[in-house]
């Protein structure tokens, strides 16, 4: 499973948590993929690091699934939008 692109939409800091989350999209050479991620960081966190963490966190998911939920599924990369 290669991953082609990876993006994610705003980022946002959840004090409930004490940390940013985001919803991060990967897209594979068929599939695009939906993984809501978090990560423990303070406020004044550098926003790339915030970034990296929260890619890193996705890949993971990514990798750890071996049947994504159809919830996770986007659109198939040529074709129509199955979910948002």
Same mark, same amino acid.
């Given at each position: 499973m /290669? /991953?082609?692109? !990876?993006?994610?939409?705003t /980022? @946002?800091?959840? *004090?409930e948590i004490e940390g940013f989350e985001a919803s991060v999209r990967i897209r594979d050479a068929?599939?695009?993929y939906n993984? *809501?991620?978090h990560i423990?960081? *303070? !406020?004044?966190?550098d926003y790339a690091l915030v970034?990296?963490? !929260?890619? %890193? @966190?996705? @890949?993971? %998911?990514?990798?750890?699934?071996k049947k994504p939920l159809?919830?996770?599924l986007l @659109?198939?990369?040529?074709?129509p939008a199955l979910a948002a």
């Open positions: /290669i /991953i082609e692109a !990876l993006a994610f939409d /980022i @946002r800091y959840n *004090p068929v599939w695009m993984y *809501p991620v423990k960081a *303070p !406020l004044t966190a970034a990296r963490g !929260l890619m %890193q @966190r996705a @890949r993971e %998911q990514h990798k750890a699934s159809f919830s996770q @659109r198939a990369a040529n074709g």
